[in-house]
Every structure is written in structure tokens, then in C-alpha cells.
């Protein structure tokens, strides 16, 4: 039983063969998907998955790279969806810093809003964070964004960062890269951090783990995130298997 608790099959890298991408996510176990939408043409698709798929359900928001794009109706429109029984985050939300779509102080206004619509429908939120750490632990201590809590998708800080925001009530959710053979920082979050907070993704079609780096992501390549967490954390691949599930159902409020 594995959870890929942030996946992008709503992305146009899988219009042609969605149906078999499900099909190799169910042989290696993957029991539950979350995709995630994060513009209005993306969470439209994502509403569309979670309505056909029994097994996938949807977190909404804005992507920071975006925010200068947001519109007071965009916010009212991801509030009124919020209460669809499939919706289980609000988010991906953040800050990214590398990409110079959205100036800084709009990218900030856009998220403190998203914080205060999931404290206001009682969701937990998915934060995008990309050269930007600082600014986002701020923010989530300034805006009480532990009332909700939620995730740190794709966790590339320092364990020291994980843990402060694992004390803000946040899961830290691992992906392909702590399967890369350099990437530190993954494998020491990996290694310190509780199982009972570690959660496992796959961002695809993005960040495929090794040995298929450089390729599509897909939800199957999760058990590879799994496998890796396992041998970094020296307990078997059926425990990580089971406690992130377990703490993805938590998480998200899924029975």
C-alpha cells in the first residue's frame, strides 16, 4: 500500500496514456493519488480525475509563480470547491524565488490569502517553497498556519528547517530526489526525521527518482522513493510503506 500524496496527472504529459500510467501505479501498489491543481486549468482537470477515480482525490490552489494572475474571483472559485468530499488540501502554495513570473510582495499576499481560506474550510495546505525558505517559515508562523497544518511537498531544506516546520504541525513529504546519489539535504531529512511525519510523493511528471532521471515521473516510481527511505532509515520497505499511508490518510482527514 503505498500513498503518492502529490502527483500532476492533470499535466499534458499524460494525455495519451493515462489509463496505463494507473495501471503500472496499481501493480507495485499504489492504493491512493493525490493530484494536485494549482490554476484554473489544472484544478478543472484535476475535479474531472477525482469525479472518474475512486482512488485519487484533489488538492486546489494558486502556484506562486502564478500569484500576479490570481483574481479575487479565482480565490471565491477554489473556496466554493473546497467543500467537495474529493478536496482534501489547499495548495500547492508558497513562494518561489527562482522563477521571476510574479514580483515577491504579490507571490507573499497570494499565500497569506490561501492560509486564511484553509483556516477558513478547515483544510491543511501543500507549500511549494523554492529559494525561499525563510520568507515561508515566517509566513506560516506570522498567519498560525498550524491551526491547519499540512505539508512541505518535495522537501529540499535542511533537516534543521524540517524539523521547525514538523513543530508547526507539517508533514515533510520526499520525492525523487533523495534518490539521487548527491543530493544530501533528502537523505539527512530522510535519515532524522520521524517516520511518523515523513510522507512520500512523486511531483510527476517531474523529479522521476533513479534510475529513471531525466525521464517522465509517474505514480509507480513512488515504491523507488519508498525503497529509499527504507534502506536510509535501516527498517523495511513494508513499515515505510505503511506508516506514510497511514500519516497521508491522517493528513489529509481520508478514512
Not at 500532476?8 to 494536485?36: P, T, Y
Not at 477525482?50 to 479575487?72: C, L, N, Q, R
Not at 490561501?114 to 506570522?142: F, G, M, S
Request: with cysteine; glycine share 4%.
Amino acid at each position: 500500500m503505498l500513498f503518492d500524496t502529490h502527483a500532476h496527472l492533470n499535466a499534458d504529459q499524460f494525455s495519451d496514456d493515462l489509463k496505463e500510467v494507473i495501471e503500472r501505479a496499481k501493480e507495485v501498489g499504489v492504493s491512493n493519488i493525490v493530484v494536485v491543481g494549482f490554476d484554473r486549468p489544472t484544478i478543472t482537470k484535476a475535479m474531472e480525475l477525482v469525479e472518474t477515480y475512486d482512488f485519487m482525490y484533489a488538492s486546489i490552489g494558486w502556484h506562486p509563480v502564478d500569484a500576479i494572475d490570481m483574481k479575487d474571483e479565482d480565490l471565491a472559485w477554489i473556496e466554493e470547491l473546497a467543500s467537495h468530499p474529493k478536496v482534501v488540501a489547499l495548495g500547492e502554495m508558497g513562494l518561489d524565488y527562482y522563477w521571476d513570473k510574479s514580483p515577491k510582495d504579490i507571490q507573499k499576499e497570494v499565500f497569506r490569502k490561501q492560509i486564511a481560506l484553509a483556516k477558513k474550510v478547515k483544510l491543511p495546505i501543500v507549500i511549494h517553497n523554492r529559494d525561499a525558505t525563510q520568507d515561508i517559515v515566517d509566513i506560516l508562523r506570522e498567519e498560525n498556519a498550524q491551526e491547519v497544518g499540512g505539508i512541505m511537498h518535495c522537501f529540499s531544506g535542511s533537516p534543521e528547517t524540517a524539523k521547525e516546520c514538523v513543530e508547526m504541525n507539517f508533514y515533510i513529504s520526499l520525492g525523487g530526489p533523495v534518490t539521487f546519489k548527491n543530493a544530501k539535504k533528502p537523505k539527512e531529512v530522510a535519515e532524522q526525521i520521524p517516520l511518523d511525519r515523513l510522507l512520500i510523493e512523486t511531483d510527476c511528471p517531474y523529479l522521476a527518482p533513479h534510475p529513471n532521471r531525466g525521464k517522465r515521473n509517474e505514480p509507480s516510481y513512488v515504491k523507488l522513493v519508498a525503497e529509499e527511505i527504507a534502506q536510509l532509515k535501516e527498517i523495511s520497505y513494508e513499515e515505510v510503506a505503511r506508516i506514510t499511508t497511514e500519516n497521508a490518510k491522517k493528513v489529509f482527514g481520508i478514512n
